[in-house]
Structures are given as structure tokens and as C-alpha cells.
């Protein structure tokens, strides 16, 4: 039994123009000790959909879920009270920005201690104890000082590691890190996602890391969940997702890495960009900035099974190639623009 | 912080020089003569008029009479009363714990009152709890004080006779004052009664007074708690597991205070400004009453002494709002 199991979560915001549906039918899992991570561009409901599952959604959005467990409790049967004790003790998040994460009124010893005195009851001494036990495993050099210390007098990588600090606090079963290290430095970046993957594996605690970078994801995970207007196009382990996309969105994804792209002397960018609230095209959400669009794909779309990773697309690549696409000669030219 | 403090300290002395000009120009702006106004129903003759003025030196040039009165201020003589014949200085001591008693009660209603409501209103924002609450504040900030406080003596000293409707407490008492708090004498003398008559006639005026800033806190509470609330430090405090009550009582409110202390330190300006219609309404013996009698009266002395006093305790509890700025926000104590 996985630790996370997710099953078609929706979630839907009231807005001034009407319901917009920020997370349509995504499902996922985690098993525990296992590093999951979630890719799409920006706006693909990778935070709501984890804010939804953490309950911290405001009051405009709507969420269903035909299944929402964790650790085999049905998070949608508990009442508030009880799921908010869940939060901070087994499944902790930390965010993008670090920096404005932290509340600027309190010391960093006290934001830490807090969620020990809530969670686990520990006294004062105990609770100064474990905090600088704690700051000292993120590497934050004398955490004695640092405890006493407000938030504006620590760096932004300072600041996540606190963060990270405090969602370890509790020894959490799963910890949600959305985009660690967007707002950090690049060589700060390297660090935190370091130490994250480092915790994840000594602590065997199931890590889900959202991200917008494939690279980061080749490094740090083990399964990817690749997600674009909310929806799930596609999920596979690590590997065989770099060797062999089968949407045509992973596949843009991937040859968008410097790495990839080198060889053609720059790096592609997927025209368009995703969907929003107004722009909802029929059929395939991808279609209007997919190179393999039929007629079809743009009245309805075909989720295909696991051998080609769950992809939501009618014509999943099999080696690059679209499979079962009624235009051989149009791939040949739609490839070649995409190789351009 | 000492370079800060002293710095506003220094911005101090300029405010003063200009307060003082003020207040002597004013007060000999309103039409009357401060002799005349001694002068019984029948007169006084030419050779007395004379012989008083130059008593009181108001013969001189008017640029001769501000440095007299300057320097003497700078010695902290004030004057005295033309009327009572008492120093100033003296007056104002005897009046002032009067004034203080009955704004320090109001400000504690109006945060006491309006915080809570301003919370509550950004936690409910867009409710009819929250439109209704801002809309009562509106009332509030915009009702004139003396038709407020009119409205009020008469439902609650009129018709309900609940209160009395003038006085700081009823004659039948009388001990001597300690702290010239009414109501913390009225408790020390420990006769049987007096606080609760000390406390039915404060109560009116604190409402009345308390009512403006009670409606500028609640709106300035209400705005600030809901930029807070959309912080992301309050999804971290959510996100750890804390209760809504902590989330929104200590994470945000913590954070919301800050600016809303600097309203509160404002509020002082408006509470002297305020208790000089709340105190003639109520009869109140506080500062406020003294300087309208004193204005009536063309008591020149008072009026340029009283407010160069107010002005200089409005002053110095804005530098100690500033200063306690400086103590709730960590960002700018370090
Ligand atoms: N409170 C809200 N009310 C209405 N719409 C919202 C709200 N929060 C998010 N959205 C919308 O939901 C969609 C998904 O947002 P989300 O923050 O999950 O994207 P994301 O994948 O995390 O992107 P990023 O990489 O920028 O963090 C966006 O179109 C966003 O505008
Ligand atoms: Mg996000």
C-alpha cells in the first residue's frame, strides 16, 4: 500500500470570470522512502494540487478527490482537527520562497520549537536541544546563535535550510518541497537540493519535489509525474522517462535541457503557453502547442496505459515517434522543426 | 536606537519654537480683551484699564510679549491664570490626571473593541459581518462628537437613568486623591460605592471619546491583518499544523500590529483633540474643559500654556510610539 495515494483530485477555483478548474482528475502515489517528482511548466496546478492535499487551499477552491489517503487514512473522511495534526508531524511542506516563509516576527528558534511543543510536547530545554540538533543537520554552522536570530538576518539558502529544519522537526513520513530552490542561487541551488536527496535517504522519509527543472529531476528522483494544465499527461520512473517520453509535452520538456540542446546550438522553447482560465481548448489540453495535432486530438483525448506511462495523448511516442499518427509525412516535418 | 531617539529629540525642539508661536498668535487672533473680560457688568474705568494692562504687560509690542512669555517658558514658568490667579503649570497638573484617566479608559476601549473587530472582519472579510463592522466603524469615525455624545446622555441619563450625566463622581463621596485616578482612589478609599460611582461617570465619556479611534483602529486592524493573512509565513504556520486560533492570533496578528501600533500612537492627537468637546459635553474637569473655558475667558496665559503642554505630550508619546516601533518590529531593531 502506498503512503500517498491520490486518485483523481479536482480542484476548482471560484473566480470573478467563473470556475476555473486549476487540478483536473490527477492521480498519483508515493510509496514511503520513495522520491517522487512533479514537472510542468508554471501554472500546471503543481502547488494546488499539493496545497489541496495539505488542506491549506483558501476557501474559493472547491476539491474532490475520488481517493485522497495517506498512510492508509482517508484524508477526506477526517475532520479538520484531526488532519491538521497530521500536518507539521508526518507530512510537512517547505516552499519557493524561502525568505517570505518565514515569519519575520519570530526567532528562528521559536518557529522550529513551535511545531515540537505542538506535535511531540517537548519542553523548553528539550525543545532548544533538539532545535539546534536540528539546524546543525541542515548545516547551519553554530545553530546556538542562530536560534535567537529573526528571519531578515539569514541568507535566502540560510532561510530554506531553516525551513527544511523545521519540516524535519517532527520526522515526517513525507515532506512536499514545491520548487526548493527556484528563488536560490544556482551554486546555493546544487546545496539544498543536495541535502535534501542526503535527509530524504538517511531518514527513508518519501520526499515529492516539485520542480520545473529537468535537470533537477534527473538527479534527485525516482519516479516523475509530469503534469500540464492540471492534468497528468504522464508518469514514469526517472530513467526510461529521459530515454523514452511519450507525450510529446515530456518530450519538449527534455529536449528544453541545456544538455540535450547543445548539439543544435540552442535551446528550443515549447511555443505557446499553458492554458488558462479563458483559453481552455476542447479535447487535448497540449493540442495547441503540440506538433502532432490531428483533428482528433482537438475533439477528444485518449489516456493511455501504463507501457506508454499513463500518457494522455492519442498518439504516444514510441522511440520519439508517434505512434499510430494518421500523417507519416507531417511527423517527418513536425520532427524536423522540432529538432530546429 | 540612541542616535534614532536622540535624533527625534532634536526634531522636537523646532516643533515646539512653532507651537509656541502658534498659540500666542491664536489665542490674541479672536476678537475680545483678556482686561475686559475681568471687568464686572458695570465697567472698569480708563486709568484701571491702563493700570491692568501694563500689569500684565499687554501694552507692550506684541514681539516684546512673545519673547517675555518664551523666556519665561524657557524656565518653565508658564504664567498664571488672569482669572484664578494660579500658576499654570499648577492648573494643569491639578486638571490633567483628570484628562488622562479619561482617554487612557477610552484608548483601552478602542483596543480593546477594536482589534478584536478589525480581526474579525478580515478573518470574515466579504461577510455580512464584515460589511456590517466596517460600516458601524464608518458611523463611527464620521458621527460628530458632540451630537454622539448629546445622543448618548440622553438614552443613557435621560431615559434609561443609568449614568449621571456630568462629573467624575458623585458628591456623597469624597477622600482624598492618591493618584488623582478616580476610579483607583475611588477603590483605595475603600468606600463602599464610590468606584462604582467613579465608573458610571466615566463610562459615557470614554465611549464617546473612545469612538473615533475605536473605528480607525477596527478599519486599520481589518486592512492590515488582511495583507497578513495572504503572507506566505501564514501558509508556513498553517502548513506546520497550528490551530486557526495561533494561526490568525499570533503568526498574523504579531505581524498586522506594527502598523496598526503607529495608528494607536496617533490616536493620541485625536483623544486631547477629542476630549476637549467630551469633557464640555460631560462637564468633565479635565484639561479639555479648561482650555475652552480659558479661551472663553480670553485667559491668554492658560490657552497659550495649556496647549504648548498638550502639544509637547502628544510629542513625546509619538516619539515613544516610534520608539516601541522600533521594539515590535525585529527588522528595524537589529
Ligand atoms: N487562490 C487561487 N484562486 C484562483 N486561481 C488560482 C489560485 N491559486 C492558483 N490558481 C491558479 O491555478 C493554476 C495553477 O497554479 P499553481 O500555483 O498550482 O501552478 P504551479 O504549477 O505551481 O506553477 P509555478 O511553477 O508557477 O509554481 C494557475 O493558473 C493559477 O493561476
Ligand atoms: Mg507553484
Redesign the interface.
Known sequence: MPLLDIENLSVTFATATGPFRAVDNVSLSCDGGDILSIVGESGSGKSVSMLALMGLLPFTATVTADRLEFDGRDLMAMKTRERRKLLGRDIAMIFQEPMSSLNPCFTVGFQIGESLRKHLGLGRAERKERTIELLSLVGIPSPETRLSQFPHQLSGGMSQRVMIAMALACNPKLLIADEPTTALDVTIQAQILDLLADLQKERGMALILITHDMGVVAETAQRVHVQYAGQRVEEQDVRPLFESPHHPYTAALLSALPERATKHGRLPAIPGKVPGADDRPNGCLFSPRCAFTTDLCRRSVERQGAEFGHALCNYPLEQGVPRGHPDPEHIGQAMAEMME | MLRFFLHRLGLLIPTFIGVSIVTFAFIRLIPGDPILMLAGERGMSAERYAELRSLYGYDQPLIVQYFDYAWSALQGDLGTSIVTKRPVLEEFFTLFPATIELATVAIIIAVAVGIPLGVLAAVKRGSWLDQGLMGVALVGYSMPIFWWGLLLIILFSGILQWTPVSGRISLLYFFPPVTGFMLIDSLLSGQAGAFKSALSHLILPAIVLATIPLAVIARQTRSAMLEVLG???V?????????PRRVIGL?AL??AL?PVITTIGLQVGVLLAGAILTETIFSWPGIGKWMVDSVFKRDYAVVQGGLLLIAGIVMVVNLLVDVTYGL????IR?
Open positions: 503572507e506566505d509565513y501558509r508556513t504556520a498553517r502548513a506546520k499544523g497550528m490551530p503568526h504579531r505581524n506594527i515590535v518590529n525585529p527588522r537589529h
